[in-house]
Antibody, heavy 112, light 112 residues
Framework: VQLVESGGGLVQPGKSLKLSCSAS????????MHWIRQAPGKGLDWVAY???????VYADAVKGRFTISRDNAKNTLYLQLNSLKSEDTAIYYC???????WGQGTLVTVSS | DVVMTQTPPSLSVAIGQSVSISCKSS???????????LHWLLQSPGRSPKRLIY???NLGSGVPDRFSGTGSQKDFTLKISRVEAEDLGVYYC?????????FGSGTKLEIK
């Protein structure tokens, strides 16, 4: 099983970024998936969830700004980050339902 | 939101000792299907989190049986018997019963 995130980087406040999480080694289409973030030196913070049937749930802090989506044909999970704020600076992890599998994370830094 | 109160915030133990970490939730974590979605994660230094225990007491894949989880409703405990050097890191409890998903604030385990 492998989850590999990509797409992080340095971005200015108010700008956008799209993260990807490429999955292999399990039946991706059958699993709900999460995005979880961790600000520098802080704990874990759940961001969003998408079910196997593409139903979505968001944390209040990102609702209306972030969009989680998936492409089962490509075994890939996405997170579109819009209207970024400095407090969105964090390592973003993708994780499977019930946190069985985690990626290595991708760092998003929001700064001018 | 479900508040997860994790104690102690840190532990310093000698190799071979046993330790326990407590996690208390502000609401029952029993889901409508009768299952309790309380999990324990370990984040080793510089690594992404790894699931140790799922649904209170089930050992994750490849996790040594020195780790055990107990509890019910709102009160849960992770026990590590015969601590080894590789056990150092930050332990988190996490609930996936209620949205938004929430995590404990973490317990940092150091080796004496």
């Amino acid at each position: 099983v492998q989850l590999v995130e990509s797409g992080g980087g340095l971005v200015q406040p108010g700008k956008s970024l799209k993260l990807s999480c490429s999955a292999s080694g399990f039946t991706f289409s059958s699993y709900g998936m999460h995005w979880i973030r961790q600000a520098p030196g802080k704990g874990l913070d759940w961001v969003a969830y998408i079910s196997s049937s593409s139903g979505t749930v968001y944390a209040d802090a990102v609702k209306g700004r972030f969009t989680i989506s998936r492409d089962n044909a490509k075994n890939t999970l996405y997170l579109q980050l819009n209207s970024l704020k400095s407090e969105d600076t964090a390592i973003y992890y993708c994780a499977s339902r019930s946190f069985a599998y985690w990626g290595q994370g991708t760092l998003v830094t929001v700064s001018s | 939101d479900v508040v997860m109160t994790q104690t102690p915030p840190s532990l310093s133990v000698a190799i071979g000792q046993s330790v326990s970490i407590s996690c208390k939730s502000s609401q029952s974590l029993v889901y409508s299907d009768g299952k309790t979605y309380l999990h324990w994660l370990l984040q080793s230094p510089g690594r992404s989190p790894k699931r140790l225990i799922y649904q209170v007491s089930n050992l994750g894949s490849g996790v040594p049986d020195r780790f055990s989880g107990t509890g019910s409703q709102k009160d849960f405990t992770l026990k590590i018997s015969r601590v080894e050097a590789e056990d150092l890191g930050v332990y988190y409890c996490a609930q996936t019963t209620h949205f938004p998903l929430t995590f404990g604030s973490g317990t940092k385990l150091e080796i004496k």
